[in-house]
């Protein structure tokens, strides 16, 4: 048979997770799809005449396909077609950005007013102004400002603007639970009507402009979302888009990748994009613009230069920075304390019972040993079941004399008996001092137990407490902001480190513990100290750490962490809070970067 030509010689379309591309070929071809899928490194065949390959790889290397051999055969399934086409040309756009970083953007601040559409009426402050105008001239955006630098409204404000063009007509919000309130509160104000806003918790509202749902429900909600947003050109927001930051290695990135190109624009925002190092950033980068945003971010690190870096970069995010706020110092101060002779005996032994070996192959292992390590450095008798895993412990004062030959285990058991946590200590004088003040204080500690045993030894300050499992969270929120005999909130950075603002009331925070996560650490940071606050405002932060234990360890880490974020972003602020010392992760936030530190430290305790 003649060779027509428009015969299909390769098609190319999305697989079901539309994080990979089939490409299919007929037998004629058979050969040449091997070859061609070779030279991807995701490339392998699912069958003698189809292979796949991932999305990312192939938006990134689009120059391999020219090597195919019938180039007026090759077909392209419409919505794959359509991202190829809107990928060069944002790597277009990108480059030239790139090529000159001094150029003016293609908006300018004081056209913003004027994009917004009849409907707009939210305030915007010139630092907003300038972060949209950049994101407008960008097409697809980034916006790493700090929290509380209002992020929420300035991405209000793109889609309005996109809106009014006619290029998009709906708005899909991924965010944690948390958020929910501030992007229900700025969709009804920022617009002369609020839009029809819904968050998706099992039933669907068709007709919503603005669609609002939670990390957690994203992947059982795939094909729901992906119908909604191919109903209507769409815009897509990734809020506190650090959730995502595995990329398609998680569960959450997985989802997001998926979505992504169903959206005619793509926009995230995250005060803290890369809390444990580049690659972070680049599945960040990688889902704002696929193929080219990671491919950019590993040749900008490559040398290993974070100035260097930062400045080529710097054209591909906006930021408002903690400076740019204009806020008052925040006092940041480590106090150490040493434990008492039984404590420290038992941490030791614990230590000394744990195998670094082992645990050297299994990160999940290593990150259980460093969550147990983090309870016995606080207080050992947290690794013990209570009847439940809420069941504060039980101090009876005074310390009683500690028996001769009693065993490891019931000296844990007993611990609370004998000695009161060096932690606990302190947090509570911290807590009564402040209250004798009339100031408020926010109590930040790892572990439930840890934080219903605070609860009950400063119950006479009227405790309001909030973790995983707290039932009317916003009603211990409200007796913290407005009962005056309510003094402290003990909380957890993984419950309340995003989305809260705590800054009108509480100006002290104290942490009885912190986890290697940088990023967690750093958003909780902004709970208390963010825009709005009052000029003057002293705004002190206390982190306590027993020494030689694994909190030393934690501090170098949170060091090193914060220091590589705050070069990235040419942010100073956060690298002074290295000077100081997502998504579901391993126990403890332990990341591969931070073992050859806790092993050290397990092998020399």
Known sequence: MTESATETSLHLGFDATRTRVVLKTTDQYRQDLVQLAARFRTGGQLGPLSASVALDELLADLGVLGSWPHHVGVEWAPELRSLVAGVIKDANTVKERLADSEASPAVASADVPSMLGDTWEGELNSFQRRDIAKLLSLGHGANFSVPGAGKTRVALAVYAAQKAQQKVSRLLVVCPKSAYESWRYETAVCFSYPLRTHVLDGSMDQW???????????????????????SGPSMIILDEAHRMKLGARGTYGAACMALGPLAERRLILTGTPAP???????????????????????QAVAGGDLAYASTVLRPLFTRTTK???????????????DMPDLHSEIYRSLVGGMSSGAAREDLSSLGKTALRLLMAATSPALLLEGASRHEPLVYQLPPLEVPVGTSLYSLMQDLPDYELSPKYKEAIAIVAENAAQGRKTLVWTTFVRSLTTLAQMLEKYSPAVVYGGTP????QLRRFREDPSCMVLIS???????????????????YVDRDFMAGRFLQSLD??????????????????????????????????????MGKILDDPTVQQLADLEEEPSVAAGLAPSDIEALLRHMGGA
């Open 323 to 337: 400076q740019e706020l204009g806020l008052p110092p925040m006092q940041l101060r480590m106090r150490y304390v």
């Open 492 to 510: 957890n950075p993984a419950t309340l480190g995003e989305g809260i603002s705590l800054h009108h009331v509480c100006h002290d925070a104290v």
């Open 527 to 564: 709970r208390i100290h963010r825009l709005g606050l009052a000029p003057g405002t002293d705004t002190r932060v206390t982190v306590l750490a027993v020494r030689n234990t694994i909190d030393e360890v934690v501090e170098v880490r949170l060091d090193q962490k914060l220091e590589f």
């Open 208 to 230: 919503a402009e603005v669609l609002i749902v939670n990390y957690e429900r994203l992947d059982r909600s795939l094909s729901q979302l992906a119908g909604w947003l191919k």
């Open 472 to 475: 009317d969270r916003d009603e």
């Open 276 to 298: 444990n190092g580049s690659k972070d950033l680049e599945n960040l980068l990688g889902f704002v613009w696929p193929g080219h945003g990671q491919r950019t971010v590993v």
